[in-house]
C-alpha cells in the first residue's frame, strides 16, 4: 500500500479505502475522483501544496481544499500569518512529499508540513482525500483528518 493508507492503519481512526481505474488522459485528477466514485464533488478534496518565505527560508505548506473550488492564496498566506504564498514547484512538491502530482496525499508525507484544511469539510461526516497515488481515496472525517495532519480549519476558497 501507500505510506497514506499504512498512517490511517495505524492510527486506528475509521476510514475506508475506494479504488478505480485512473484514466492517464485526465485533465483533473480530483474531478476524476468524482465521476469515477460517483460522489459529491463538495466532498472530494485536493492536497495542494504552497510555499512562502520565513526569514528568507522557502517554507512549504498543505492546503487541503474542495476539487470544485480554487485555493484563495491571499487565505492561505492569511491561515499561515505570512506575507504572500506561492504554488510550490512540482519538483519540489515531489521531492518533499513523496507523492506523484495527482496522487499527493496530505498523509504519510516524507516530511510533515503545516496543514491546512478548508473549513467547508467539517460540514460533512467524511470527505475523499488522495490515498497516495492516482485512483486511490481515502474516505475519512474531516476531524480525523486534522488530528492526524495537526491541522487546523481556515475558510481557504474562491469559487472556481
Known amino acids: 500500500m501507500t505510506?497514506?493508507?499504512?498512517?490511517?492503519?495505524?492510527q486506528k481512526v475509521t476510514f475506508e479505502l475506494h479504488q478505480y481505474e485512473h484514466d492517464a488522459s485526465?485533465?483533473?485528477?480530483?474531478?476524476?475522483a468524482v465521476n469515477?466514485?460517483?460522489v459529491a464533488a463538495n466532498?472530494?478534496?485536493?492536497?495542494?501544496?504552497?510555499s512562502s518565505l520565513v526569514n528568507n527560508k522557502e517554507q512549504l505548506?498543505?492546503?487541503?481544499?474542495?476539487v470544485e473550488y480554487q485555493l484563495n492564496l491571499k487565505s492561505m498566506a492569511k491561515a499561515l500569518q505570512t506575507k504572500k504564498v506561492t504554488m510550490a514547484d512540482a519538483k519540489r512538491v515531489e521531492a518533499s512529499t513523496g507523492y506523484v502530482l495527482g496522487g499527493v496525499s496530505p498523509l504519510?508525507?516524507?516530511k510533515r508540513l503545516k496543514t491546512i484544511i478548508d473549513q467547508k469539510s467539517q460540514s460533512f461526516s467524511t470527505i475523499f482525500i488522495s490515498g497516495g497515488k492516482r485512483g486511490l481515496e481515502i474516505e475519512l472525517s474531516a476531524n480525523d483528518l486534522s488530528k492526524m495532519?495537526?491541522?487546523?480549519?481556515?475558510e481557504l476558497t474562491t469559487d472556481l
Do not use: M
Open 3 to 10: 505510506p497514506a493508507v499504512d498512517q490511517v492503519k495505524k
Open 26 to 32: 485526465a485533465n483533473s485528477f480530483g474531478l476524476e
Open 36 to 38: 469515477k466514485l460517483n
Open 43 to 50: 466532498r472530494v478534496y485536493k492536497t495542494l501544496i504552497v
Open 61 to 66: 505548506a498543505v492546503a487541503i481544499v474542495p
Open 108 to 110: 504519510g508525507q516524507k
Open 149 to 154: 495532519t495537526n491541522a487546523k480549519f481556515f
